[in-house]
């Protein structure tokens, strides 16, 4: 099966930046010891919106990261106080892969 990859953006409350940004690295050391996930990304957009793009070796892995600690009930328990609402998530499968550097 191929690599599958999410795209997601999400809306931070105004002054809750420093907040998202601190979950954001907390979903990173626990995506670290998740053997399926392949890569990670979260990139600012402007002051309030964010993305984050993730890869995944299966569906398998994909469904654990959903359902896992920095999933989507750990994100949507924070709407309201850091996020202004549940991301926009898209799902795709990965066509090409280059590393550089």
């Known amino acids: 099966m191929s690599e599958l990859a999410v795209w997601a953006t999400i809306d931070v409350l105004p002054g809750r930046q420093a907040e998202a ?3 954001f690295a907390r979903s990173r050391r626990v995506l670290e010891a998740e053997p399926g996930t392949t890569s990670f990304f979260v990139v600012r ?3 309030t919106t964010y993305g984050i793009f993730d890869t995944f070796a299966d569906r398998a892995a994909l469904e ?10 750990h994100v949507n328990s924070l ?5 202004a609402a549940p991301p ?3 799902t795709a499968t990965l066509v090409e892969r280059a590393a550089t550097g």
């Open 64 to 73: 654990a990261h959903i359902e896992g600690d920095s999933g989507r009930d």
């Open 45 to 47: 957009i402007d002051d």
């Open 79 to 83: 709407v309201g106080t850091v996020f």
């Open 21 to 23: 940004e601190e979950v």
């Open 88 to 90: 926009v998530i898209t």
